[in-house]
């Protein structure tokens, strides 16, 4: 019985390790636009505590690079991403009082896996989903002025660190066998402390060897 493990192990060994052997390796950079949605109501309003509750939809933008290793119907690989900071109005629901904000620049690691649904050397469609982790890289104390005058701090997150996730689609287009351009739409959950969710739209270029 062992015998025949062992062989059925050494066949699967065989069968992938050839499979990777013969994988192409694609290299890409992107560029991505994001949509934050919005996080909070006035349950989660506390006095002297949690003031400002509400953290409107904004945008922010980014960029990052990966590698994939890619086989028949599908590949996986590992990307990394960095998200600059951008601007979030927070709103007291007590007084209706508000305050702009700069969110936090962050950035991530994630494991990237996907299934190709049409593909030739030209073009090929996909799915794509992934999970990593994630910092938020200037996490400290910040001071503003609310609408009505009011200094307000803002406290960094309790915790620097989050899990994240993401499901999407896209489409890559080749002009070579080794230089082609991607676009790749993803939908992003943040396990934070309240937990947030984000639409990105991803540009770049491939090279594959």
């Known amino acids: 019985?062992?015998?025949?493990?062992?062989?059925?192990?050494?066949?699967?060994?065989?069968?992938?390790?050839?499979?990777?052997?013969?994988?192409?390796?694609?290299?890409y950079v992107f560029g991505c636009g994001n949509y934050v949605n919005s996080v909070g109501d006035e349950s989660d309003y506390?006095?002297?505590?949690?003031?400002?509750?509400?953290?409107?939809?904004?945008?922010?933008?980014?960029?990052g690079l990966g590698i994939v290793y890619n086989l028949k119907t599908v590949f996986v690989g590992l990307e990394a991403n960095y998200n600059l900071k951008g601007k979030a109005t927070?709103?007291?629901?007590?007084?209706?009082?508000?305050?702009?904000?700069?969110?936090?620049?962050?950035?991530?690691?994630?494991?990237?896996l996907g299934l190709i649904i049409i593909g030739n050397k030209r073009a090929?469609?996909?799915?794509?989903?992934?999970?990593?982790?994630?910092?938020?890289?200037?996490?400290k104390t910040r001071l503003y002025t609310s609408?009505?005058?009011?200094?307000?701090?803002?406290?960094p997150p309790e915790k620097k660190y989050f899990f994240t996730g993401f499901g999407g689609g896209?489409?890559?287009f080749y002009v070579s066998s080794a230089v082609g351009f991607l676009f790749n739409v993803r939908y992003f959950y943040f396990a934070l402390e309240?937990?947030?969710?984000?639409?990105?739209?991803?540009?770049?270029?491939?090279?594959s060897f």
């Open 1 to 27: 019985m062992r015998v025949k493990r062992i062989f059925f192990f050494a066949f699967l060994v065989f069968i992938f390790g050839q499979g990777f052997l013969q994988a192409r390796i694609t290299f």
């Open 46 to 63: 506390e006095e002297g505590e949690n003031d400002f509750p509400i953290t409107s939809s904004h945008q922010t933008y980014g960029f």
């Open 90 to 112: 927070l709103t007291d629901p007590s007084d209706g009082d508000t305050v702009e904000i700069d969110t936090l620049r962050n950035f991530a690691g994630l494991l990237n």
């Open 124 to 139: 090929r469609i996909f799915l794509n989903g992934g999970v990593g982790l994630g910092a938020f890289e200037d996490s």
């Open 147 to 155: 609408q009505l005058g009011y200094e307000t701090r803002i406290e």
């Open 170 to 172: 896209g489409v890559e």
């Open 194 to 207: 309240k937990p947030q969710t984000m639409a990105a739209a991803l540009a770049g270029l491939i090279l």
